[in-house]
């Protein structure tokens, strides 16, 4: 069994409107960042954190908290959303944050060249984040 955690971009859940239902689809139908799970590999997700914000507002401990908090639940691979994946220009920085700091996470960006991102609009270029 594989312990995930999803890591999501609090932008698109609150301004637009975003539920994770299409990241949650993925994550059972094994589709798109989920596709590297062997169909008879068990995954329990354990826990959904959210991003403080932009690298403006973003504070690094917050993130660190969250993930350290996911440890009591032995995470073992963190999902960055597809929202965060596409969108975001610092979802490396985060990774590499992630990662430096909690070796034993794997952080897993979006597959997004192949998944549906229904909750974005079209016309995202006009929604100012």
């Given at each position: 069994?594989?312990?995930?955690?999803?890591?999501?971009?609090?932008?698109?859940?609150?301004?637009?409107?975003?539920?994770?239902?299409?990241?949650?689809?993925?994550?059972?139908?094994?589709?798109?960042?989920?596709?590297?799970y062997d169909s008879?590999?068990?995954?329990?997700?354990?826990?959904?954190?959210?991003?403080?914000?932009?690298?403006?507002?973003?504070?690094?401990e917050?993130?660190?908290?969250?993930?350290?908090?996911?440890?009591?639940?032995?995470?073992?691979?963190?999902?960055?959303?597809?929202?965060?994946?596409?969108?975001?220009?610092?979802?490396?920085?985060?990774?590499?944050?992630?990662?430096?700091k909690?070796?034993?996470?794997?952080?897993?960006?979006?597959?997004?060249?192949?998944?549906?991102l229904?909750?974005?609009?079209?016309?995202?270029?006009?929604?100012?984040m």
């Amino acid at each position: 069994m594989t312990n995930i955690a999803i890591f999501s971009c609090p932008k698109v859940t609150n301004k637009l409107g975003c539920s994770g239902s299409d990241c949650l689809d993925e994550l059972r139908n094994r589709l798109g960042p989920y596709e590297i799970y062997d169909s008879s590999e068990s995954l329990e997700m354990i826990g959904v954190i959210n991003c403080p914000g932009c690298p403006a507002e973003a504070d690094s401990e917050r993130i660190i908290n969250q993930v350290q908090y996911l440890l009591k639940f032995k995470v073992e691979k963190i999902h960055f959303t597809n929202c965060l994946s596409f969108y975001c220009a610092f979802r490396y920085n985060y990774q590499v944050l992630i990662e430096g700091k909690f070796p034993n996470i794997e952080v897993v960006q979006g597959k997004y060249e192949s998944a549906v991102l229904s909750c974005i609009p079209k016309s995202l270029n006009s929604v100012k984040m």
